[in-house]
């Protein structure tokens, strides 16, 4: 006995400590016998010998391997079923220095995210995919998966995998295979120490091979899952070998050195990309001060109506008019199935500080360009804020608001100056007079950069000139009739 000594070690990748609940502190998620600790410390063990620890993001999905977040001590995220490729997508581009691994099971990769893994494996990301592979759904009691073998029994499938009713085994490494991008896709199995050795080969290589920023990797694992197999450990090894092998065999399915081709994206700053220049022409940051009385220089604003009403341009060109202003700006338009006539609507932040969600449910401005917009949004507009409504008068028994309402026959307006579709524009230009949250001047030099058409252009000039007269005169009105009977007009209540 005296030659023999017990070493227990852990790799440094894992967490000191293993959180689980006070009961269950003893043991790890995982059941007995299960792969998914297996491929854990082959994980672990790569990563710690690469020294790559501090820049390895997890991204671990839906099934029994979303566990990874309590024990990988590295940066982790936890993403919808099926989603890992895309969230590994976007954490390997916002950090192309990072390793990231998208670590999955077989009923969240090849069932709910068939589509993700394919694009992601299509479009050559960088990072690099486990499929651990156990032919059946783990976490959830043992439903039909994918990769279930033909006539075995699973929840879903009680009279074992039919191809009539339920289709074939998807052979996921094969199918990755065929497409270009992949550098390395390669199919090992857990089911005996000398498979375990190749398996811990093929995680390094596809960990290197992103470590030299070379391509998408994919190593898919056969793996067992002896609780829902209802089998012992052992058994399950020998199931593998003797009914998994058949249907997926072992091997590297691809493996390439990807082509050089020369079609590297330019890296270019947004303000680059909409040709917003740092030091905007002579345009004023603020707007002069004036009598508006919502003046405001960080507005949330909605914009609604229907789709070709302009809707999302205007948006679009107060968000850009705020970028050369030097606001922070979000734009985040929303729209239905159809392209014209449609209802779509856009919320619009300009501030002076980092916006911290796009999404305006309680917006300063409504502009309303259909009655259907204004009877919707119209209640979450708050007491201090303003409703501009694209009409003359406010519809039949619209009850009273807290916001301001003023009514902006901005289609009417528009149309005399030669086309409707500078109706948006004149609603820009009630805005800016009321607010004053951004300059005149601003709205001109946007609109240069986006109207190519010469006689569009004017009239837009002129749609905004309206739009702030048409304001004017309204809230003259107000002024000077405090008090008095103005419904017809516009009706304003606070
Ligand atoms: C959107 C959504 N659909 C379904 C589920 C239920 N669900 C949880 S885990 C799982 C299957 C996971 O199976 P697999 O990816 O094979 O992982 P395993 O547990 O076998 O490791 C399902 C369907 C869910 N959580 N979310
Ligand atoms: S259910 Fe299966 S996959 Fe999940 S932990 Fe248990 S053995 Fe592993």
Redo the contacts with the bound molecule.
């Keep these: 006995m005296d030659e023999y000594k017990v070493i227990e070690s852990k790799s440094p990748v894992f967490y000191e400590k293993y959180e689980r609940k006070s009961e269950l502190q003893h043991q790890t998620h995982y059941c007995p016998g299960c792969g998914h600790g297996v491929v854990h410390k082959l994980i672990a063990e790569a990563i710690a010998d690469m020294g790559v620890q501090d820049r390895t993001v997890f991204v671990s999905p839906?099934?029994?391997?979303v566990f990874a977040y309590y024990y990988f001590d590295t940066g982790n995220v936890q993403s919808?079923?099926g989603r890992a490729p895309a969230v590994a997508t976007a954490v390997k581009r916002s950090n192309p220095s990072s390793m990231v691994i998208s670590y999955?099971?077989?009923?969240?990769l090849a069932a709910?995210g068939t589509a993700e893994i394919i694009h992601a494996a299509n479009r050559g990301e960088k990072i690099t995919v486990f499929f651990?592979n156990?032919a059946?759904?783990?976490?959830?009691g043992g439903q039909m998966?994918p990769t279930t073998l033909v006539g075995q029994a699973s929840t879903t499938s009680p009279w074992g995998r039919r191809p009539s009713n339920e289709g074939y085994p998807l052979h996921m490494a094969e199918l990755l295979a065929t497409l270009n991008a992949p550098v390395y896709v390669e199919r090992v199995s857990l089911h005996d120490n000398k498979n375990i050795m190749k398996a811990r080969k093929a995680v390094r290589k596809a960990l290197e091979l992103q470590r030299d920023g070379v391509g998408f990797t994919f190593v898919e694992i056969l793996s067992p899952?002896p609780t829902i197999w209802k089998m012992t450990p052992q058994e399950s090894r020998k199931w593998i070998e003797e009914k998994m092998l058949s249907v997926f065999p072992l091997g590297v399915y691809r493996e390439h050195k990807p082509e050089a081709v020369n079609d590297a994206v330019p890296q270019v700053s947004v303000r680059e990309l909409l040709h917003v220049s740092d030091t905007p022409e002579e345009v004023p940051k603020e707007p002069a001060p004036c009598g508006g009385e919502l003046q405001r220089t960080d507005l949330r604003v909605n914009i609604a109506g229907f789709g070709g009403q302009g809707v999302l341009l205007l948006g679009q060109i107060l968000a850009e008019m705020g970028m050369r202003a030097g606001r922070e700006v979000s734009w985040l338009p929303s729209y239905g199935p159809e392209m014209r006539s449609g209802s779509a609507h856009c919320h619009v932040c300009l501030s002076h500080e980092r916006v911290g969600s796009p999404l305006v449910e309680h917006p300063d401005v409504l502009i309303a360009m259909n009655e259907i917009s204004l009877n919707k949004f119209a209640k979450q507009v708050g007491p201090h804020g303003t409703v501009f409504y694209n009409a003359s008068k406010l519809p039949a028994g619209f009850p009273p608001q807290e916001a301001m309402i003023y009514c902006v026959p901005a289609s009417e307006i528009a149309d005399k100056l030669g086309t409707t579709k500078a109706t948006n524009m004149v609603m820009l230009g009630a805005l800016l007079e009321l607010t004053h949250a951004l300059p005149k001047e601003s709205a001109a030099a946007v609109l240069r950069a986006k109207v190519r058409n010469k006689a569009l252009l004017e009239i837009d000039y002129r749609a905004i000139e309206a739009g702030m007269a048409c304001l004017r005169e309204q809230r003259d009105a107000v002024t000077a009739d405090a008090g008095a009977k103005t419904e017809d007009r516009f009706a304003h209540s606070r």
């Design positions: 839906v099934g029994c391997s919808a079923h999955q099971g077989d009923g969240d709910i651990v156990n059946i759904y783990g976490m959830t998966a899952c």
